[in-house]
T-cell receptor, first 113, second 114 residues
Framework: QQPVQSPQAVILREGEDAVINCSSSKALYSVHWYRQKHGEAPVFLMILLKGGEQKGHDKISASFNEKKQQSSLYLTASQLSYSGTYFCGSEGAGGTSYGKLTFGQGTILTVHP | DTGVSQNPRHKITKRGQNVTFRCDPISEHNRLYWYRQTLGQGPEFLTYFQNEAQLEKSRLLSDRFSAERPKGSFSTLEIQRTEQGDSAMYLC????????????FGQGTRLTVV
């Protein structure tokens, strides 16, 4: 089963913050976050392993709650370049699910000046 | 490291024809994935390989779809008797084995079935 993302779309003004959520019904080994701009391939942002760690990259950070099988992506002080579709990818924790990477339906983020 | 390469970038075919796409992963990557993406949707998992072994194929995938990865290097995805519903972007991604490894995507092959 693919992970479920919310919200489906977010509209921001430059400098505002946003949170994108990702949840799974299955036990997860890792969560991956990607951003895709129109007509381009998805680009890796960060990966989180089970253990509840939080990672950050510039003004974009993420958390992973293993028990709840949820991850959140935090975008602070948004910039125009943050616009795009954000996908979370989940990697299962056991059996053939380990190594299998499935993606959510995406969250469209639009940042206006 | 030249990245993941997919060919062709675009393919237009008539309904009922067979098509084959190729993916060349990053050389040291032993995991390779195929996805299908339609407008406004996330990448839909099709299948994945570890070296030459196909570990899983989506149950949503009809028997018209087949993928191979001979010798654990490049991979091909074939669609037989194409239908208009097969029109989509087909993405390939690769990664190394191990915990916490990122997947790198190719630019994709856009298939249009007319």
């Amino acid at each position: 089963q693919q992970p479920v993302q919310s919200p489906q779309a977010v509209i921001l003004r430059e400098g505002e913050d946003a949170v994108i959520n990702c949840s799974s019904s299955k036990a997860l080994y890792s969560v991956h976050w990607y951003r895709q701009k129109h007509g381009e391939a998805p680009v890796f942002l960060m990966i989180l392993l089970k253990g509840g760690e939080q990672k950050g990259h510039d003004k974009i950070s993420a958390s992973f709650n293993e028990k709840k099988q949820q991850s959140s992506l935090y975008l602070t002080a948004s910039q125009l370049s943050y616009s795009g579709t954000y996908f979370c990818g989940s990697e299962g924790a056991g059996g053939t699910s380990y190594g299998k990477l499935t993606f959510g339906q995406g969250t469209i983020l639009t940042v206006h000046p | 490291d030249t990245g993941v390469s997919q060919n062709p970038r675009h393919k237009i075919t008539k309904r009922g024809q067979n098509v084959t796409f190729r993916c060349d992963p990053i050389s040291e990557h032993n995991r390779l994935y195929w996805y299908r993406q339609t407008l406004g949707q996330g990448p839909e998992f099709l299948t994945y390989f570890q070296n030459e072994a196909q570990l899983e194929k989506s149950r949503l995938l009809s028997d018209r779809f087949s993928a191979e990865r001979p010798k654990g290097s490049f991979s091909t995805l074939e669609i037989q008797r194409t239908e208009q519903g097969d029109s989509a972007m087909y993405l390939c991604a690769s990664r190394t084995t191990g915990s916490g490894t990122e997947a790198f995507f190719g630019q994709g092959t856009r298939l249009t079935v007319v």
